[in-house]
């Protein structure tokens, strides 16, 4: 039975999932499978956008004679001929003898290596920028050699601002029941299999990501529909953000990736010991036993990580032989501006550390750290002080963000005015630095209230841990929030205390403004830095007066009102099936089930007071 997808009026999911598939390309690991997607453009002509894996093929074609039903098939734009996407072909083909295939040169040289059937006559060969009118659509045609092999191309819908992106912006994992990526947790949940997808399908070509980008850059995107995973619609820079790092090299994190070859766990032992140095000197640390994790975790994991450890066992007078497999995987992969330290270790002539060294000094920056350790069979008491060292240097590598920042560069005002006319009564997440602790809260009340200097108010409750950190720096960050924000940005910043719990330990972000003090990079059009002048107490709050120091724009979404918050993002509250009346927290909608609500009742999820609770 088929199963379709509904996209637009006129354009139809019409694709499918194969979750027993084991190895993607036979190499990939697919743990929650993957989707094979296809769409058909029903205009005046019809118009399919590549096919599907051999695998489901049978689903693919009842949902696509569902979705075209008494209709002809005009055209198949094939933009990627790897047999994922291109498996169908023939049969389609066949199927459709009147189907006319739209493509480039270097497709059509590979549809004849693929499939001994007779293409010339039937093919509509096109060039970057060509176009193709179906109708009310016009199809605009834009090569991406090797993202993510040399015959790529992808289309743009100029009507509904839409791109096919070929496997650009695709991800492992099979799609349950949501198309959307707005439909899910993206960042939460999908994240890492999408990291995990493009480190190790385009990784390699980063340099051609990028060009695809710029290219992608100059015409409006509304939508982008890649051929594996989520249909983005909203929100796109949650993800096109993410592609342009991953295609620039640059890490996502600062932090320690430590990779291990241990055959009998005594350099495991070195690696763990040198993990737990750095997380006393409060550095975030992730271990792989090569041996165990998949190679295509570990190339994720170093896609994200600034800094690397790899720590080898002598096998055979070279590396061992699992690591030595993911280093050379790794430079295939074309890793690039990292920091590298080694670890070597053997019960005779250990070789292992010169041999990573030497593999690794290809890649383009990658920088080796001179204190490689070495250890004979294990650990001993007297190389504790070497491991130190080494955490040591590591830990100074990964300085501070903030510590890049040149203050005497920063120009003489460094405040986008555009940034100021994004404040409204909306909803800001309030960050401050306390040494290395790092808090942010929601408030709502931000107010310009001079322009010489540029004075701003900003009322924050007593109970807000970022309120005492303030007091004690005078300095802050706000960032404001757009209406593309989820509920889940207010509940992790409004909704718990940093008192308990580290905010900021999973973002997967380490944007930070010139102040050194965070700011969110997410959901947010604008960020200003403040420099406490005064405050006045005013009983539940405490009302800063702060000078603007720096002010700039992230993005042109329009701020989040707290109107709109009430009505489009914060959840409906319910009461429990029993109790039919309560009082309703009009900030976080937490319920308090009881026909009384005393005066000094203080709301247990965002700790506003009584005034805030209607009854209901
Ligand atoms: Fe999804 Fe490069 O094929």
């Not at 933009?79 to 169908?88: F, I, K, R, W």
Request: charged share 20%; aromatic share 10%; with cysteine.
């Amino acid at each position: 039975m088929h199963c379709i997808k509904k996209i637009t009026s006129d354009l139809t999911w019409v694709g499918a999932n194969d979750r027993r598939l084991a190895m993607f390309e036979g190499v990939y690991s697919v743990p929650n499978g993957v989707s094979y997607n296809s769409y058909l453009l029903t205009d005046d002509k019809t118009v399919l956008f590549d096919t599907v894996d051999k695998a489901v093929q049978h689903r693919f074609f009842e949902n696509l004679k569902e979705a075209l039903g008494d209709r002809p098939l005009d055209y198949l734009v094939i933009q990627h001929m790897e047999p994922d996407h291109s498996a169908a072909v023939k049969e389609l083909a066949t199927l459709y003898p009147q189907m006319k295939i739209v493509c480039n040169n270097k497709t059509l040289m590979m549809l004849k290596q693929f499939f001994d059937i007779e293409f010339d006559s039937r093919t509509l060969i096109v060039k970057e920028n060509d176009t193709l009118n179906t109708g009310k659509h016009t199809l605009h045609f834009i090569m991406a050699p090797m993202v993510h092999w040399p015959e790529v191309m992808v289309t743009y819908d100029s009507t509904d601002k839409i791109l096919f992106s070929a496997d650009a912006f695709g991800a492992f994992g099979a799609l349950n029941g949501a198309l959307f990526a707005d439909e899910v947790d993206f960042a939460k949940d999908y994240m890492d299999e999408a990291r995990r997808y493009y480190a190790n399908i385009v990784g390699k070509y980063g340099t051609q990501v990028q060009a695809l980008l710029t290219k992608a850059s100059a015409v409006e995107i509304d939508m982008i529909c890649p051929l594996h995973g989520f249909v983005w619609r909203k929100n796109l820079q949650d993800f096109t953000t993410k592609y342009a790092l991953w295609g620039s090299y640059e890490p996502e994190e600062r932090g320690v990736m430590i990779a291990y070859a241990s055959i009998y766990g005594n350099t495991e032992n070195a690696a763990e010991i040198l993990s737990s140095q750095l997380r006393d000197r409060g550095i975030k640390t992730v271990m792989f036993d090569v041996s165990v994790t998949p190679a295509s975790d570990i190339i994720s994991a170093a896609f994200r990580w600034s800094h690397i450890v790899f720590a080898s066992a002598t096998y055979n007078a070279g590396i061992f032989v699992t690591m030595e497999s993911l280093i050379s995987d790794l430079v295939a992969h074309n890793i690039q501006n990292r920091t590298v330290v080694l670890i070597e270790n053997g019960s005779w002539a250990p070789a292992s550390g010169g041999l990573m060294r030497s593999k690794l000094e290809k890649c383009k920056n990658v920088k080796v750290l001179d204190n490689t350790l070495r250890i004979d069979s294990s650990v001993k008491a007297s190389q504790l002080p070497d491991i130190a060292a080494m955490a040591e240097a590591i830990a100074a590598d990964i300085k501070p963000v903030s510590a890049d920042v040149n203050r005497s560069e920063l120009p003489d005002n460094p405040i986008d005015f555009t940034a100021m006319t994004k404040l409204t009564y909306g909803l800001f997440v309030l960050t401050a630095r306390d040494g290395d602790k790092d808090n942010g809260c929601i408030i709502d009340t931000v107010v310009q209230v001079g322009d010489s200097p540029i004075r701003i108010t900003a009322g924050v409750r007593k109970v807000n841990y970022t309120l005492d950190m303030i007091l004690k720096t005078g300095e802050f960050n706000l960032s404001i929030l757009t209406e593309g924000s989820p509920f889940r940005i207010f509940e992790h910043f409004g909704l718990q205390s940093g008192k308990n719990v580290d905010k900021f330990a999973e973002c997967g972000y380490e944007d930070r403004s010139s102040n050194g003090i965070r700011y969110v990079p997410e959901y947010t059009n604008g960020v200003i830095s403040a420099k406490v002048v005064g405050y006045h107490d005013c009983g539940t709050h405490i009302l800063f007066v702060a000078d603007v120091v720096q002010a700039f724009m992230l993005s042109n979404e329009p701020s989040v009102s707290y109107q709109y918050y009430a009505e489009h993002i914060k959840p409906k509250p319910a009461l429990s099936q029993e109790r039919t009346s309560g009082f309703i927290c009009t900030v976080c909608g937490y319920v308090h089930e009881s026909d009384i609500l005393p005066d000094d009742f203080i709301c247990p999820l965002c700790k506003q007071g009584a005034s805030a609770f209607v009854k209901v």
